[in-house]
């Protein structure tokens, strides 16, 4: 997990200097970013449909909600990124 956070971190700092509008090409940190993030959600969501246990299944929901989060903050949106894990996740 704390490897995942580093290489998010990584793209953000790479991509602070990116334009900002809508039609700019994506980065290559940020596609593998958003591959990395979308197959670890995945699994996780499997994880939380799957579980037997109700709590389980309630962490798992958690960790989906942190790489969406990661995955918002990644796409330049920071702010939609905390606002993802403050109030979804921290409930």
Do not use: K
Request: avoid cysteine.
């Amino acid at each position: 997990m704390s490897a995942l956070l580093m290489a998010v971190g990584s793209v953000l700092a790479q991509g602070a200097g990116a334009p900002a509008d809508a039609g700019a090409a994506v980065s290559a940190g940020e596609a593998v970013a958003f591959w990395v993030l979308g197959v670890v959600r995945t699994g996780r969501r499997a994880g939380m449909v799957f579980a037997r246990n109700a709590v389980h299944s309630a962490l798992w929901l958690a960790m989906t909600m942190l790489s969406l989060g990661a995955l918002y903050m990644v796409q330049q949106a920071p702010f939609l990124g905390f606002v993802q894990i403050i109030v979804y996740t921290a409930r």
